[in-house]
């Protein structure tokens, strides 16, 4: 499409197009001045050119060549040309040319900058937040931005493909139980009562599906009020989809569908499927987490059997009270005395009462502090259970089953993860328990408690152990997204409910409209949510999630740029029916007395 005030982007611009005249129009990267004749890097959304305004064929007036400075926005038009063969620049995709001005105009000038805007520069990521408009002019954001709508528009381009709709479902709603905080609205107009932003737009899917649309989709806004991690901040962006007339298989193979071609489109790689699966058990069992990095082996074994009838008290005894003895072979560390003591700290750091490290030596033994208390047959077994070779480092925590698992999996990744690895590994796991037990002892839905339990009778009777028809998928050891098959009987989400400790009469007044619902002759349905954040930053290498979201919020849920969270006017308050306690003035009180 033609555009008024540039003819090229300035990253486009190859060899090939030597003599065109161009316009372009971009920020001052970086400024040379050689003498007089000045060299500026020209950026814009496209990418970086090189441009020379020489002061004889007068471009601008001396004087406005002369006050050029960093991130000035400007205009130029010129002819390009080839640079001499030492000064082409091979880093750069338009490094064999440059363009020389004739014209030169200053659009808007700039401020001095707070921090050079350069991704080879480390800058404090508040600073970057509170100036986030000009953090995204530095190249890898700019990347990382493009990243993200390609993979939503792919996302898009399949959905549709696919037959689905794209149906938009409302952000104030009420309250529903879908595991976290919500995040609440207060209403002006029936003071005292409350929206919640939506945790997902869970149950209006489901309506949808009662109302009739086979399929839908959205790319969804979500909120929940949960402490932020790398991966976590209190609004994210999730591909949310549900189709009637649907069971887990149908779910998971539009996941793969969706996964493959954004892979494609984004990295070009081809990725295998059917992604392999492992059921929740499995994952815990030989991973020690439901969301496996499988991209290297290291598997937890179970070694309780080896030590059964040992004389080794430490083992033993956690044996006795019901626990379990677990190892992984983490391969040849290379570690010295200290690095291997400093693993067997780390997992008491995790929780474990220790960790005990053997290694394999060439002469079939093992080298480790607790060698001389296991006997010649556990030795014997551990080394061929393990497949250790001579220089293997195996692992070994014994304690609370939970405990263990919880330990071995996070050493497993603190020891084994590879590095700059390109390769992407997508997994399904199934077959999740329908409720876990919360810090009380109370069951809670462990996905959502929509989920279908595979056996109604089965979670009635032994609710503890019942597996759901839920499902996650897992990439590269995140989890990406999960889903179920749904409740379509008014009955079973009842009894649900009930397990859940929710009152019939609660169910009635919180969720009555939805039960209702589900009394019209709904069609059996499933569906899923894949975390956008969490994808495009994994297929962008990025560390975290704040670095493909172009607002974020910092780890303490402000934004630096705007000042939110804020305070707001008593009249705005009043109008709201909303009185801040006296405890929380004091603490405004006592933050600004110590100058926060
Ligand atoms: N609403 C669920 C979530 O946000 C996803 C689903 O079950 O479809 O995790």
Same mark, same amino acid.
């Given at each position: 499409?033609?555009?008024?005030?540039?003819?090229?982007?300035?990253?486009?611009?190859?060899?090939?197009?030597?003599?065109?005249?161009?316009?372009?129009?971009?920020?001052?990267?970086?400024?040379?001045?050689?003498?007089?004749?000045?060299?500026?890097?020209?950026? %814009?959304?496209?990418?970086?050119?090189?441009?020379?305004?020489?002061?004889?064929?007068?471009?601008?007036?001396?004087?406005?060549?002369?006050?050029?400075?960093?991130?000035?926005?400007?205009?130029?038009?010129?002819?390009?040309?080839?640079?001499?063969? %030492?000064?082409?620049?091979?880093?750069?995709?338009?490094?064999?040319?440059?363009?020389?001005?004739?014209?030169?105009?200053?659009?808007?000038?700039?401020?001095?900058?707070?921090?050079?805007?350069?991704?080879?520069?480390?800058?404090?990521?508040?600073?970057?937040?509170?100036?986030?408009?000009?953090?995204?002019?530095?190249?890898?954001?700019?990347?990382?931005?493009?990243?993200?709508?390609?993979?939503?528009?792919?996302?898009?381009?399949?959905?549709?493909?696919?037959?689905?709709?794209?149906?938009?479902?409302?952000?104030?709603?009420?309250?529903?139980?879908?595991?976290?905080?919500?995040?609440?609205?207060?209403?002006?107009?029936?003071?005292?009562?409350?929206?919640?932003?939506?945790?997902?737009?869970?149950?209006?899917?489901?309506?949808?599906?009662?109302?009739?649309?086979?399929?839908?989709?959205?790319?969804?806004?979500?909120?929940?009020?949960?402490?932020?991690?790398?991966?976590?901040?209190?609004?994210?962006?999730?591909?949310?989809?549900?189709?009637?007339?649907?069971?887990?298989?149908?779910?998971?193979?539009?996941?793969?569908?969706?996964?493959?071609?954004?892979?494609?489109?984004?990295?070009?790689?081809?990725?295998?499927?059917?992604?392999?699966?492992?059921?929740?058990?499995?994952?815990?069992?030989?991973?020690?987490?439901?969301?496996?990095?499988?991209?290297?082996?290291?598997?937890?074994?179970?070694?309780?059997?080896?030590?059964?009838?040992?004389?080794?008290?430490?083992?033993?005894?956690?044996?006795?009270?019901?626990?379990?003895?677990?190892?992984?072979?983490?391969?040849?560390?290379?570690?010295?005395?200290?690095?291997?003591?400093?693993?067997?700290?780390?997992?008491?750091?995790?929780?474990?009462?220790?960790?005990?490290?053997?290694?394999?030596?060439?002469?079939?033994?093992?080298?480790?502090?607790?060698?001389?208390?296991?006997?010649?047959?556990?030795?014997?077994?551990?080394?061929?259970?393990?497949?250790?070779?001579?220089?293997?480092?195996?692992?070994?925590?014994?304690?609370?089953?939970?405990?263990?698992?919880?330990?071995?999996?996070?050493?497993?990744?603190?020891?084994?993860?590879?590095?700059?690895?390109?390769?992407?590994?997508?997994?399904?796991?199934?077959?999740?328990?329908?409720?876990?037990?919360?810090?009380?002892?109370?069951?809670?839905?462990?996905?959502?408690?929509?989920?279908?339990?595979?056996?109604?009778?089965?979670?009635?009777?032994?609710?503890?152990?019942?597996?759901?028809?839920?499902?996650?998928?897992?990439?590269?050891?995140?989890?990406?997204?999960?889903?179920?098959?749904?409740?379509?009987?008014?009955?079973?989400?009842?009894?649900?409910?009930?397990?859940?400790?929710?009152?019939?009469?609660?169910?009635?007044?919180?969720?009555?409209?939805?039960?209702?619902?589900?009394?019209?002759?709904?069609?059996?349905?499933?569906?899923?949510?894949?975390?956008?954040?969490?994808?495009?930053?994994?297929?962008?290498?990025?560390?975290?999630?704040?670095?493909?979201?172009?607002?974020?919020?910092?780890?303490?849920?402000?934004?630096?740029?705007?000042?939110?969270?804020?305070?707001?006017?008593?009249?705005?308050?009043?109008?709201?029916?909303?009185?801040?306690?006296?405890?929380?003035?004091?603490?405004?009180?006592?933050?600004?007395?110590?100058?926060?």
């Amino acid at each position: 499409m033609a555009e008024t005030m540039k003819t090229h982007g300035a990253g486009t611009l190859r060899a090939a197009d030597a003599g065109t005249e161009v316009t372009l129009a971009g920020w001052i990267g970086r400024r040379r001045d050689h003498g007089g004749v000045i060299f500026v890097d020209l950026r %814009d959304a496209s990418g970086v050119v090189q441009v020379v305004l020489n002061p004889d064929d007068a471009p601008a007036s001396d004087q406005e060549l002369s006050s050029l400075r960093m991130e000035y926005c400007i205009s130029i038009t010129g002819l390009i040309r080839p640079r001499p063969d %030492d000064m082409a620049n091979p880093e750069l995709p338009t490094g064999e040319i440059e363009v020389v001005a004739n014209v030169m105009t200053v659009l808007s000038p700039s401020e001095t900058l707070p921090f050079q805007i350069d991704d080879r520069i480390e800058v404090d990521e508040a600073r970057r937040l509170q100036y986030r408009y000009l953090d995204l002019r530095r190249p890898s954001m700019t990347e990382n931005l493009r990243a993200r709508s390609k993979v939503i528009r792919a996302m898009r381009d399949v959905m549709g493909d696919l037959g689905f709709m794209e149906i938009e479902t409302p952000t104030l709603i009420a309250s529903t139980p879908e595991g976290a905080r919500d995040m609440l609205v207060p209403s002006r107009l029936r003071k005292g009562n409350f929206y919640a932003l939506p945790q997902s737009p869970q149950l209006f899917k489901q309506l949808l599906m009662i109302g009739g649309v086979e399929r839908y989709y959205q790319v969804a806004r979500c909120y929940r009020d949960e402490d932020l991690r790398a991966d976590r901040q209190l609004e994210f962006t999730q591909l949310d989809f549900e189709g009637s007339f649907w069971g887990q298989e149908d779910v998971l193979a539009t996941l793969e569908e969706i996964s493959t071609r954004v892979t494609k489109d984004l990295r070009d790689i081809d990725v295998e499927h059917p992604f392999p699966r492992l059921t929740w058990h499995e994952a815990m069992d030989r991973y020690g987490t439901d969301k496996p990095d499988i991209r290297f082996g290291m598997q937890i074994n179970d070694l309780s059997d080896v030590f059964a009838e040992t004389g080794f008290k430490a083992f033993s005894g956690v044996l006795a009270s019901g626990g379990s003895i677990r190892g992984i072979n983490a391969g040849a560390l290379g570690l010295s005395r200290s690095g291997l003591d400093g693993l067997s700290a780390r997992a008491q750091e995790l929780g474990a009462k220790g960790l005990v490290w053997m290694v394999k030596e060439d002469d079939g033994g093992f080298r480790s502090p607790v060698a001389k208390f296991l006997s010649e047959g556990e030795l014997e077994e551990i080394g061929t259970g393990m497949a250790a070779e001579p220089g293997d480092v195996v692992l070994i925590v014994a304690d609370e089953t939970r405990t263990v698992l919880e330990v071995l999996g996070q050493i497993r990744l603190e020891v084994g993860q590879p590095e700059g690895h390109e390769e992407l590994a997508y997994l399904f796991v199934v077959d999740f328990p329908v409720f876990e037990r919360n810090e009380d002892g109370d069951f809670v839905a462990l996905h959502h408690p929509f989920t279908a339990p595979v056996d109604v009778r089965e979670m009635s009777e032994d609710p503890g152990h019942a597996i759901s028809k839920a499902y996650d998928l897992v990439l590269n050891g995140s989890e990406l997204g999960s889903g179920s098959v749904r409740i379509h009987d008014p009955a079973v989400q009842a009894k649900v409910f009930e397990t859940l400790g929710i009152s019939d009469e609660d169910a009635e007044r919180r969720f009555g409209w939805f039960l209702e619902a589900l009394r019209y002759g709904t069609p059996p349905h499933a569906g899923f949510a894949v975390g956008i954040d969490r994808l495009v930053a994994i297929l962008q290498n990025a560390p975290n999630i704040r670095e493909v979201i172009p607002f974020p919020k910092t780890q303490t849920g402000a934004d630096p740029l705007t000042g939110s969270p804020s305070r707001v006017d008593d009249d705005q308050l009043r109008e709201l029916g909303i009185e801040v306690r006296p405890a929380v003035m004091a603490e405004w009180a006592a933050d600004e007395a110590a100058g926060d």
